[in-house]
């Protein structure tokens, strides 16, 4: 072996053991370093994918989640992607996740190193930016995002190989671009579909600029070939998962494109590029961050060894090799900044096809830290191979010029904050909290906290930047006062930046136990332990109600968590999350789990409500505008009514909107009638943009609250206060309230039975439904039986049907429509059933099946529909039907599913805006539903198709390799005549 050999194997070994210094807490002591992502999304469906793959099964979807989901097409567990399948193959579910986590790290770190050693940097050098690279902030940053480490880790090696392909010769560079194209089929496999683009950009961006500073004659056909036959191949290998991603993009909220301010949250202010020498700037108090967006998307951070030794790289290396350098960090810069950048490049980037959907702009410093990376393992080897020079000098003196300039503007920055209260806070509002960001919460008190424990003299954090700066600049000193200690002092900075580093990820995320990813809780216990195909619903918009943890134990639920569900189902779950009524019964939710202290409840005039829940939001002759409460025997002598109008502008005064009818004590019903101008009015009385000027007066307002349109105007809404008074006072047991209007929605936001006499208002809250009976209790959580939830399977006798539109939600909430007898279907052309006219929809079709279908040959007793097998690809329901039809599968509907009556194939139509529907005839059929998605398998063509291109030109590049040192190592012919 030779000694070039031997350094190359300990550089790799460099890389190795430092990054062991960071995961190997997590198989020796059993830890993992996580975010909430880990323990909502991505444990919990990589442990249910395990499952199945170990069962024998390859799923395509996932019925667990969203009412069904096609988990595949998301792309975010990496189920089509090789590595992942053979480590769960091959280990327990928590032991192959914490693996896959580590081994991108040693991707990105090795990948990195062979860039820089491609670049022509030394072993050693070229060891440590594989290590700033693996362990900056966007690769620690991301450590709970396993698809974005997936993509991100393969950018190193496919810049790597496009530059050898570059400039290589003719069949070795058909060689390196199939491995090229291999490495982005992985990245594309992986599969974060931003960070996938962001790589093609990075490709784009550095190799052009790479010919450009090479300047080698034929460079431009070169260049192209290298450019199109590694995306194209590359982007081949990934069809199977880039094309239903595809798909599920263009169905999802984000298939529109994505409004600029949308966009560019999450983009880097100029704030935040001091995380390149303080990397916990914004959270260097453990209980206050105040950073704009989550900590881990704006950091960036190759440590200060590494912000010392980049410019000294770019100053001092070849030009043709750190110039693409720097402009690709000024690419990333770029992008990266949107906005904030002097240019918006973002602005114009965001108008192409794929990123006109992505946000979090500050992404792109994945490309930012890669550069510096290398520039500064160049940085490292020329102060070896130049120790003494004048250049290095100057170099050296710039950086040390720029660092302690640095510290004085921090010294001062730290003097007149603490000196400056009001004045600082003010410059604070007006330069930061200005700025677009997530925190609602967040103020210039916080911030200006927030600067001072960071620009603490004591603060940990600080003081490791500082040290780590100060040894970084004393270990140059000696090195170039004697330059005979170069490789010593080469090994020292190493030595400190590996130390720096790794302290720094260490803390960078919190930590538990690995086998805290698999334990379950009370409530998930009793979910689990339910029979039964009935799902269910967690109430709420925090995070802890936006997971799908459930999944891990089995637990179905009409909602979840993911980057992707289709915009229809995020505007169902809006409205189901939002009113509790027969939409949620609609959607099989069994369970409902409901906080036992809600956020979001409040009291005006003693009554407690939530303004953004109400107790009835519906139409007249709609089931929606009816509801039923129950409650314990309650004494009262009026009911107090929160409420206000919607779309009843034009009713006066006195007209009737609501009948609320008591009940109970043994004594007969006593109905009480909601009438506009005295007991409510329009909700929108006050809004100036809102006409007509309503007819009636506007009544007592007891609560005015402003919601956000999604173009961020917000818009006064009034909620008015009424005393019903009863006959006298009684017991009250049971509420009913119905809606009445002529036109116009009710909106019932608060409810009380208020007894005068003794001064008491007893409040009926959304779990007094009558429809609800309490199964579990903890600490933290109530579950209540929905008993009025509707089978996951159901034959409906009548269907309305209306022109496909993405708001046809709106239909479902219409008077005169009943979602138990009804079902909405969306066809191209309505036409069929009867006239248009016959209907009190409008707008809508009724279509009568006895006219539809010829009698049944014998005669059945009821609708019914039983599911026989339920299984994640494939569902069977054996469904009878008396005079004809549709068998209702409240399950997603989505391209794919194909379905067959009675063994011959029959349509499935969008049903009740979400679900699936297939049309009966009368008498007794088996209906069978298959999911054999058309874009897995043109897609699985294609990348096969891809990975053979990729096979012949990797074999053809080396075959041609290997003949051309054969040929070298042959014995030369004597010559005979001498």
Not at 19 to 24: H, S, V
Request: aromatic residues 8%.
């Amino acid at each position: 072996m030779s000694r070039g050999h031997i350094r190359e194997i300990l550089s790799v070994g460099l890389v190795s053991v430092v990054l062991l210094g960071l995961f190997g807490r997590f198989v020796v002591p059993g830890v993992i370093g996580l975010q909430r992502d880990t323990g909502a999304f991505y444990y919990p469906l990589t442990a249910w994918f395990a499952r199945e793959l170990q069962a024998g099964n390859f799923p395509l979807w996932c019925p667990l989640i969203f009412g069904g989901y096609p988990l595949l097409a998301d792309g975010e567990i990496g189920m089509l992607y090789p590595p992942n399948i053979l480590a769960l193959l091959v280990f327990p579910p928590d032991i192959a996740f914490v693996l896959m986590q580590a081994a991108h790290y040693f991707v990105a770190g090795l990948g990195s190193y062979g860039l820089a050693r491609v670049l022509g940097v030394g072993c050693l050098a070229a060891g440590y930016s594989g290590v700033a690279f693996a362990l900056g902030a966007f690769m620690i940053g991301h450590l709970d995002h396993g698809n974005i480490l997936r993509s991100a880790a393969w950018l190193p090696a496919l810049l790597a190989s496009a530059d050898l392909a570059l400039r290589a010769g003719r069949r070795r560079a058909l060689a390196w671009t199939g491995l090229g194209a291999a490495a982005l089929a992985l990245a594309g496999l992986g599969l974060h579909p931003q960070v996938l683009l962001v790589d093609l950009v990075a490709l784009w961006s550095y190799l052009p600029m790479r010919a450009l500073a090479q300047g080698l004659r034929g460079t431009l056909p070169r260049l192209a070939l290298v450019l199109g036959g590694t995306t194209l191949i590359g982007l081949a290998g990934a069809a199977v998962q880039v094309v239903p991603t595809y798909e599920l993009g263009a169905l999802s909220s984000r298939g529109d494109d994505v409004p600029y301010a949308d966009a560019t949250a999450g983009a880097l202010s100029p704030f935040d590029l001091a995380t390149l020498v303080l990397p916990y700037l914004f959270r260097a108090d453990a209980h206050n961050a105040w950073s704009l967006y989550p900590y881990w998307e704006t950091t960036l951070y190759v440590g200060l060894v590494g912000t010392v030794l980049a410019p000294i790289g770019l100053s001092l290396g070849r030009r043709r090799v750190v110039l693409p350098l720097a402009g690709l960090a000024l690419v990333g810069l770029a992008l990266g900044m949107a906005g904030y950048f002097p240019v918006d490049v973002y602005g114009w980037v965001a108008t192409l096809p794929g990123f006109s959907s992505m946000r979090m702009p500050g992404r792109y410093g994945v490309v930012i830290e890669l550069a510096l990376a290398v520039l500064a393992g160049i940085g490292l080897d020329r102060l070896l191979a130049d120790s003494g020079s004048r250049r290095v000098a100057r170099a050296v003196g710039a950086v040390g010029a720029a660092a302690l300039t640095a510290i004085v503007i921090l010294l001062g920055l730290r003097l007149w904050v603490d000196a400056d209260r009001l004045g600082s806070l003010d410059w604070i509002r007006s330069v930061y909290i200005a700025l677009p960001h997530d925190r609602a919460t967040l103020s210039a008190e916080q911030a200006r906290r927030g600067l001072m424990a960071t620009l603490d003299s004591a603060n940990l954090w600080t003081l490791l930047s500082i040290a780590a700066a100060l040894g970084t600049m004393v270990i140059i000193a000696i090195w170039q006062r004697w330059p005979g200690t170069g490789q010593r002092c080469q090994v020292a900075m190493i030595t400190v930046a590996a130390a720096e580093l790794l302290l720094v990820a260490h803390a960078f995320h919190p930590t538990a136990p690995i086998g805290s990813l698999r334990e379950s809780s009370g409530l998930m216990r009793f979910l689990g332990a339910q029979d039964g195909l009935g799902r269910s619903f967690i109430v709420g918009r925090l995070d802890s109600a936006i997971t799908s943890r459930p999944a891990l134990f089995g637990i179905a639920q009409p909602y979840g968590y993911s980057s992707l569900p289709t915009a229809r189902m995020e505007r169902y779950w809006t409205r189901v999350n939002e009113v509790d009524d027969e939409l949620l019964d609609l959607w099989n939710s069994r369970y409902v789990v409901e906080p036992r202290q809600p956020p979001g409840r409040i009291a005006a005039a003693d009554v407690l409500f939530d303004p953004a829940r109400p107790l009835l939001d519906g139409p007249a002759e709609n089931s929606l505008g009816q509801e039923a409460f129950r409650l314990a025997p309650t004494s009262a002598d009026a009911v107090r009514v929160l409420s206000a109008t919607t779309g009843a502008a034009e009713l006066a005064d006195g007209a009737a909107i609501a009948e609320i009818v008591v009940s109970g004590g043994g004594v007969p019903p006593e109905s009480l009638t909601v009438t506009l101008g005295t007991a409510t009015a329009e909700s929108a009385y006050d809004d100036p943009a809102v006409l007509p000027t309503p007819s009636h007066a506007r009544g007592t307002v007891a609560y005015r609250w402003e919601p956000r349109d999604p173009a961020g105007r917000t818009y006064p809404r009034n909620l008015y206060l009424a005393d019903l008074q009863l006959a006298g006072p009684r017991l009250i047991e049971r509420i009913e309230v119905r809606t009445v209007a002529a036109f116009g929605q009710f909106r019932l936001a608060g409810l009380a039975m208020r007894d005068q006499v003794a001064g008491r208002t007893n409040s009926v809250l959304p779990v007094h439904r009558e429809k609800y009976t309490p199964v579990y209790e903890d600490a933290h959580t109530t579950i209540y039986e929905n008993r009025a939830a509707m089978p996951r399977a159901r034959v409906v006798g009548e269907a309305v049907t209306v022109a496909p539109d993405e708001w046809a939600l709106v239909h479902l909430l219409r008077r005169g429509f009943d979602l138990r007898r009804q079902v909405l279907l969306e066809r191209p052309d309505p036409a069929g059933g009867l006239p248009a006219s016959h209907s009190s929809l409008p707008g809508m079709v009724r279509v009568a099946h006895a006219s539809e279908y010829v009698p049944s040959p014998r005669p059945l007793v009821a609708d019914s529909a039983t599911i026989e097998q339920y299984g994640t690809d494939h569902v069977v329901v054996r469904a009878t039907s008396v005079r004809g039809g549709h068998l209702v599968l409240s399950d997603s509907f989505y391209p794919g599913w194909r379905a067959w009556l009675n063994g011959g194939e029959v349509p499935i139509e969008q049903a009740n805006y979400l679900f699936r529907a297939v049309a009966l005839p009368p008498g007794e059929h088996l209906v069978e539903f298959r999911f054999q998605p058309t874009t897995v398998y043109v897609g699985a063509l294609v990348s096969v198709v891809g990975w053979l291109a990729m096979a012949m030109l990797t074999t053809v590049g080396l075959r041609g390799r290997r003949r051309a040192t054969s040929a070298s190592h042959s014995p030369v012919p004597r010559n005979r005549s001498a």
